[in-house]
Each structure stands twice: as structure tokens, then as C-alpha cells.
């Protein structure tokens, strides 16, 4: 029987409760900010990681995306004078939130641009 996804978190949540006392939390957290020697921000730590992990366990697969890229944007007249590195960059770059289709939605709203 398959285990959903939020009823893994629940469990993992519920079980790391166990171990770390909330009240506790908060003294681990000033302790281990003294010892690095500054603050972290979760979110910060978070983005920073997957730049790692995209950068060197998925380094070729990125460039070969950026490859496939830019073959893409060689083919649109609005894309091509993006570099092959400059789309390769931009893939390299991981989302700090969720991606949302909004920026999307504005771009399909827009008039088209003409060339004059």
C-alpha cells in the first residue's frame, strides 16, 4: 500500500518532534549560529544548495539543456541574440519560490512587438 506524500511529512514531522523539543529549537539555532559566525535564513541555505546540487550532479545534464536551448532560441527571432552560456546561466539559476504562471500570463497579454 502506497503512502502519500503528505502523510509522510505528517509522520516525519510528528516523529522529529519526538527528538527535538520546540522550546529547544530555538537555543540549537543561537548555538549553531555562534559556532558558523553568522545567521542563517533557511531560504537562503535552501537556494544555495541547489545551485550546488545543479551545479555539480546535474552539470551535464544543465549544459545539455542549455544546448537544446539554444538551439531553440536560434530558431526565434526575439531569442537568438541570447548566447548559448547566457541560456545555460539562466537554467542554473533554481527558483526561490514556487514558479508561478502569472509572469506567463502578462507576456501572453501583451500586444505582439512589431519591428519598425
Known sequence: MAIGRN???RFLN?????FVDPKGAKCIEEIYDRFVGKKL?????????KKLVMSTLLGVEMRSLGHQLALLADKDRYARDLSRGDLTQALFEPQRTCP???PIREIWKSPAKTPK
Open 7 to 9: 502523510n509522510r511529512l
Open 14 to 18: 510528528a516523529l522529529n518532534s519526538v
Open 41 to 49: 535564513v533557511y531560504e537562503d541555505l535552501l537556494y544555495q544548495k
Open 100 to 102: 508561478s504562471i502569472e
